[in-house]
T-cell receptor, first 112, second 114 residues
Framework: AQSVTQPDIHITVSEGASLELRCNYS??????LFWYVQSPGQGLQLLLK??????LVQGIKGFEAEFKRSQSSFNLRKPSVHWSDAAEYFC??????????FGTGTRLKVLA | DTAVSQTPKYLVTQMGNDKSIKCEQN?????MYWYKQDSKKFLKIMFS???????INETVPNRFSPKSPDKAHLNLHINSLELGDSAVYFC?????????????FGPGTRLTVL
């Protein structure tokens, strides 16, 4: 069955430190992969997406993600975190049945 | 201009009542969705419409009835509200119904059932 796992429920980093949020997926075919961010009280905003081609994808707000087929992973990274990055981050896979399956989210806290 | 809008933003009601949430998108998209986000932030799809036609109906109680009067609107009506219906409901839209199409989300409607 298709699934998305985000192993880290909470992550705390200091402002200026690097960040990596993990995402593992289970899907039989080549997946469509997405990262969304949800700020408190807000809807979800797309950070980046992967369909095919270059496995390193650049997104908005300085985020990037790397698709690793051998590890079934699509981890999100940022070299230097800003306080405004504190939010909930969701990884999602687009399935052949025209819907997304979301991970359970990772809540990022940024220390000043 | 807001791309995907939902009304109301907050909805507080008693058990047993009937309520509706409205969603509108001005992106010209063909496909719209309703998601439910529970208290643990888990986000699960409920329904999807493509050009006013229902294409996804996840195992949602039939107290929930989506209605799409045109492809820019997808409303959610809930009958006989229960405590477990308390959640944040998100509307989303995508240009087409492909699994690779980016979905654009509304700001959410926080429903509290007392």
């Amino acid at each position: 069955a298709q699934s998305v796992t985000q192993p880290d429920i909470h992550i705390t980093v200091s402002e200026g430190a690097s960040l990596e949020l993990r995402c593992n997926y289970s899907y039989g075919a080549t997946p469509y992969l997405f990262w969304y961010v949800q700020s408190p009280g807000q809807g979800l905003q797309l950070l980046l997406k992967y369909f095919s081609g270059d496995t390193l994808v650049q997104g908005i707000k300085g985020f990037e993600a790397e698709f690793k087929r051998s590890q079934s992973s699509f981890n999100l990274r940022k070299p230097s975190v800003h306080w405004s990055d504190a939010a909930e981050y969701f990884c999602a896979v687009g399935t052949g049945t025209y819907k997304y399956i979301f991970g359970t989210g990772t809540r990022l806290k940024v220390l000043a | 201009d807001t791309a995907v809008s939902q009304t109301p933003k907050y909805l507080v009601t008693q058990m047993g009542n009937d309520k509706s949430i409205k969603c509108e998108q001005n992106l010209g998209h063909d496909t719209m969705y309703w998601y439910k986000q529970d208290s643990k932030k888990f986000l699960k799809i409920m329904f999807s419409y493509n050009n006013k036609e229902l294409i996804i109906n996840e195992t949602v109680p039939n107290r929930f009835s989506p209605k799409s009067p045109d492809k820019a609107h997808l409303n959610l009506h809930i009958n006989s509200l229960e405590l477990g219906d308390s959640a944040v409901y998100f509307c989303a839209s995508s240009q087409r119904r492909g699994e690779g199409d980016t979905q654009y989300f509304g700001p959410g409607t926080r429903l509290t059932v007392l």
